[in-house]
């Protein structure tokens, strides 16, 4: 097994506290050196409490769990001896009330827009694929959340 970590720090920087109103901005560190500028999502706590330029855990959610199947997709396809040229995602998180009344990402829809070097494999091929993608996902195994694969609109 494998441990995976990330250090996530804020500081009070002299606001006031106890009112609430203090910025939620903070920061992700990575071990590779990557820092992350992140604050709460302005539809969860309002302006100027959250940072609107930074990510949000519900925008990192829906970005880790594209980018595992992403990664997938691609290793499974260069086994299959498909050349992937480019692959876009414009994934998104939804929020709502889960099973038990609590809010949460009740879903995630996947975006991709695949473009191959050469022949395009057939559609029902793609869409197989996608789904052992899923199937090996990290992500998506760990989380309650539907994630649904669409395919780009045209």
């Known amino acids: 097994m494998s441990a995976h970590t990330a250090m996530v720090t804020w500081a009070r920087r002299g606001q006031a506290f106890t009112d609430n109103r203090y910025s939620r901005a903070h920061e992700w560190r990575f071990d590779g050196g990557a820092v992350v ?23 990192a959610l829906a970005a880790a769990a594209s ?38 990402i009740t879903r995630i829809v996947l975006r991709p827009d695949i473009r191959f070097a050469g022949a395009v494999p057939p559609q029902q091929e793609i869409d197989a694929v996608h789904h052992q993608a899923h199937a090996l996902c990290f992500i998506a195994n760990s989380l309650k959340s539907e994630i649904v694969v669409e395919p780009p609109s045209a």
């Open 67 to 104: 980018s595992c199947h992403m990664l997938f997709f691609l290793s499974l396809a260069a086994r299959r001896g498909w050349v992937v040229e480019s692959y876009a995602d414009q994934a998104e998180a939804h929020m709502g009330k889960d099973g038990e009344g609590r809010e949460a």
């Open 37 to 59: 500028p992140a604050s709460s999502s302005p539809h969860v706590v309002p302006l100027p409490m959250s940072e609107a330029a930074n990510v949000d855990p519900e925008e």
